[in-house]
């Protein structure tokens, strides 16, 4: 029998978010193209007495660790489907930035689901797992598929994109996190009174990742929420600025935020901004990695 299993999923930036107006649910409708980066997490699923969740790494004590974790809540939806206890011990080994706009619970949430799956024998389908990744959250189903892909509806309904190269990024790690549902919220506050259009992918943008061209995507990357992470952090402008001034192509912020994402023309370059970021002293620490990289996977 298997004693224990481990699933390593990755970060993601969003290079397009379009945001519509908020709906009756309080959601909003996406045209969201979800980019996975080369920066992962891993959970290790581990049979217990009773569902117990641990984390390590130099932020963990920022994760929670009880019935809200996205982890402990993909263990519950997948015994309850299957009608069994969901007593597993999860670990997860983070490395993703928290509450980042990157994506590190949706990615744990996604992970967790592949690991008690793989270790209980309930031999969920793909269709399974991202109905149940879908329920977690609007960004959990991305972050089992990876590669690229657009979502729309909240962000869980994806079609797969191309992706035709590497891609050479830095991210900007802040101090602290952002509420994601702080940012929609402040979205509909500065957006208030005015005609939101109707979110559309970019085809551009979509051509820049099919054809690996760095600088088309650089010219393509947009993300709607941005102005209203801007507005609760304002100090984001001057890591932006620091980026861009250390030569990345393009700067913008990710998902929610508030980390903030550097597109560059390749490794030597993403150092240099990294490191120049670094020395900024405008963000906690500067990371680099590339896309796409491949979604949740049993090691
Ligand atoms: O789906 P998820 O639980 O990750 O969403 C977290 C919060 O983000 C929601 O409660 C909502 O406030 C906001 N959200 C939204 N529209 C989306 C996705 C998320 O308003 N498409």
């Not at 007495?49 to 641990?54: G, W």
Request: aromatic share 4%.
């Amino acid at each position: 029998m298997t004693r224990s299993v481990t699933v390593r999923v990755p970060a993601k930036v969003n290079v397009q978010l379009a945001v519509g107006a908020a709906r009756p649910d309080g959601f909003h409708d996406l045209a969201n193209v979800f980019l996975a980066v080369g920066m992962y997490d891993e959970v290790t699923a581990t049979p217990a007495d009773a569902l117990r969740v641990t984390c390590s790494g130099p932020d963990a004590g920022l994760v929670p660790l009880d019935a809200t974790n996205l982890a402990a809540r993909a263990a519950i939806a997948l015994a309850e489907r299957h009608g069994i206890a969901p007593d597993v011990h999860l670990h997860i080994a983070k490395d993703i930035p928290v509450a980042g706009g990157m994506a590190g619970g949706s990615a744990d949430g996604a992970a967790a689901l592949l690991a008690c799956d793989a270790l209980w024998g309930t031999g969920a389908g793909r269709e399974e797992l991202l109905a149940l990744c879908a329920e977690l959250g609007s960004d959990v189903p991305f972050s089992l598929t990876g590669g690229a892909a657009l979502g729309v509806g909240r962000g869980e309904r994806l079609t797969p994109a191309e992706v035709g190269g590497t891609f050479h990024w830095v991210f900007a790690v802040a101090d602290g996190g952002l509420s994601t549902p702080a940012v929609y919220g402040e979205f509909d506050r500065l957006t208030a009174g005015t005609q939101v259009p109707e979110p559309t992918a970019s085809a551009a943008l979509l051509a820049a990742l099919r054809t690996g061209d760095t600088a088309a995507l650089a010219d393509a990357l947009s993300n709607d929420l941005q102005a209203a992470a801007l507005s609760l952090r304002p100090s984001l402008a001057d890591t932006l600025a620091a980026g861009t001034a250390a030569g990345a192509l393009a700067a913008l912020v990710s998902g929610s935020g508030p980390t903030t994402a550097f597109l560059t023309d390749g490794e030597e370059s993403a150092r240099k901004v990294a490191d120049a970021l670094l020395t900024s002293g405008t963000c906690r620490d500067a990371r680099v990695a590339t896309s796409p990289a491949a979604g949740a996977t049993v090691l």
